[in-house]
């Protein structure tokens, strides 16, 4: 341990009273219980164990940020006690929010972002949807106007030398616009 740890540790253990705010490197993150272990130099012996990734440790909701390891984070003691969390971070992996009954994550690592477990797939992009949709509209509108009005010839029925359809489709397609899908709440 070099000296500079060494000092800081016995600074911690003898004066207990003060809050301290130190400047620690992340030596591993466990993201289950939302804590991580600390050096005072980087790649050093974490000599802080299970730091708080959130200020609030009776609540499992809120805002959970979890650092990448071997950034720099400031730590700051809570109430002059052996209980430290993270209050400024340098580089995130990931970044969550838990609330009752919906979550939010962010993966810096993987660049995603995703809510609620991300059971639903993607987010639709819109704009390709209705296109395509349109597409396949028109299609249909045009195949129901040809079968409409299309004749037989040479086909005799009753008294006419030609025939045309026995039965006409009814009823119109309604063309599809962005309204009809988007929620504009959720953005990407």
């Given at each position: 341990?070099?000296?500079?740890?060494?000092?800081?540790?016995?600074?911690?253990?003898?004066?207990?009273?003060?809050?301290?705010?130190?400047?620690?490197?992340?030596?591993?993150?466990?993201?289950?219980?939302?804590?991580?272990?600390?050096?005072?130099?980087?790649?050093?012996e974490?000599?802080?164990?299970?730091v708080?990734?959130?200020?609030?440790?009776?609540?499992?909701?809120?805002?959970?940020?979890?650092?990448e390891?071997?950034?720099?984070?400031l730590?700051e003691?809570?109430?002059?006690?052996?209980?430290?969390?993270?209050i400024?971070?340098?580089?995130?992996?990931?970044l969550?929010y838990?609330?009752?009954?919906?979550?939010?994550?962010?993966?810096?690592?993987?660049?995603?972002?995703?809510?609620?477990?991300?059971?639903?797939g993607?987010?639709?992009?819109?704009?390709?949807?209705?296109?395509?949709l349109?597409k396949?509209e028109?299609?249909?509108?045009s195949?129901?106007?040809k079968?409409?009005?299309?004749v037989?010839p040479?086909?005799?029925?009753?008294g006419?030398?030609?025939?045309?359809?026995?039965?006409?489709?009814?009823?119109?397609?309604?063309?599809?616009?962005?309204?009809?899908?988007?929620n504009?709440?959720?953005?990407?």
């Amino acid at each position: 341990m070099s000296k500079k740890s060494e000092k800081l540790r016995e600074l911690l253990i003898t004066d207990t009273q003060k809050p301290k705010v130190l400047l620690c490197y992340v030596s591993s993150v466990d993201e289950t219980n939302a804590s991580c272990d600390l050096a005072f130099e980087p790649d050093g012996e974490p000599l802080l164990k299970e730091v708080s990734l959130k200020s609030v440790i009776d609540n499992a909701n809120g805002i959970i940020p979890t650092p990448e390891i071997g950034s720099k984070v400031l730590v700051e003691r809570v109430l002059g006690g052996e209980y430290y969390t993270i209050i400024k971070f340098d580089k995130l992996s990931k970044l969550k929010y838990i609330g009752t009954g919906n979550s939010f994550i962010i993966d810096f690592e993987k660049e995603e972002s995703y809510f609620n477990e991300g059971d639903n797939g993607g987010l639709i992009k819109i704009s390709g949807l209705v296109d395509r949709l349109n597409k396949l509209e028109n299609k249909v509108k045009s195949l129901i106007s040809k079968y409409n009005s299309h004749v037989h010839p040479g086909v005799t029925t009753g008294g006419s030398s030609t025939a045309s359809t026995s039965s006409i489709e009814a009823g119109r397609l309604k063309t599809t616009v962005r309204g009809d899908f988007e929620n504009e709440k959720v953005r990407h």
